[in-house]
């Protein structure tokens, strides 16, 4: 049971603190990792592999995945949801003292000139994911046909019928043709 107790406390701590995405936690579970001896750091490296690869946030499919290795089912229950904790009682502080600011002209000034910002980064990283997926270094080609996929998802994205349609419907779509451009010489 303390060994339970201690994963809670463990997640909860490096979910308070490590601010930045899934990856954020990495340099927490290297020392977890030395300091328990709960798994090795070629078990973080299996861990990174298999979190990036499965649907879910990093963070969440890691703690999951230690919690499991610790303590079984139990543990792969506790650990994510000690980890979320702390972002949840932030989020919920925030969102109160957002709710009294809401009418101040000063705060509402500061979101006008956060969402710009914010669209700004979106796009530097929609910019950085497309270069590096139609122009990858490694084969030293352009991908032409992610190149079109992507062209027409976005076209129906700005088509009215077409736009309707529910995101897992291009998500299905976008696979079955990554399907056929892999059997396709």
């Known amino acids: 049971m303390m060994?339970?107790?201690r994963l809670a406390v463990e997640f909860f701590i490096i979910g308070l603190f490590s601010v930045g995405?899934?990856?954020a936690t990495v340099p927490f579970l290297m020392s977890l990792s030395e300091r328990s001896g709960w798994f090795s750091l070629q078990n973080?490296?299996?861990m990174i592999a298999i979190s990036e690869a499965t649907p879910g946030p990093i963070g969440i499919n890691m703690a999951t995945y230690v919690?499991?290795?610790v303590y079984g089912l139990l543990g792969a229950v506790i650990a994510p949801v000690a980890l979320t904790i702390p972002a949840f009682l932030i989020i919920l502080l925030l969102a109160k003292i957002i709710a009294r600011l809401r009418g101040n002209a000063r705060f509402e000034a500061i979101f006008a000139a956060v969402r710009p910002a914010s669209i700004g980064l979106i796009s530097a990283v929609l910019l950085q994911l497309s270069i590096t997926t139609f122009f990858p270094q490694a084969s030293g080609s352009v991908q032409w046909k992610s190149m079109l996929l992507f062209l027409v998802i976005a076209a129906g994205l700005f088509?009215?019928?077409v736009k309707r349609l529910p995101i897992p419907?291009?998500?299905l779509f976008s696979?079955?043709?990554g399907i056929l451009f892999q059997l396709a010489p």
Do not use: N, W
Request: hydrophobic fraction near 45%.
């Open 175 to 177: 696979a079955l043709c």
């Open 3 to 5: 060994t339970l107790l």
């Open 44 to 46: 973080l490296t299996s």
């Open 21 to 23: 995405g899934g990856m």
């Open 67 to 69: 919690g499991y290795h």
């Open 169 to 171: 419907v291009f998500l």
């Open 159 to 161: 088509t009215p019928k």
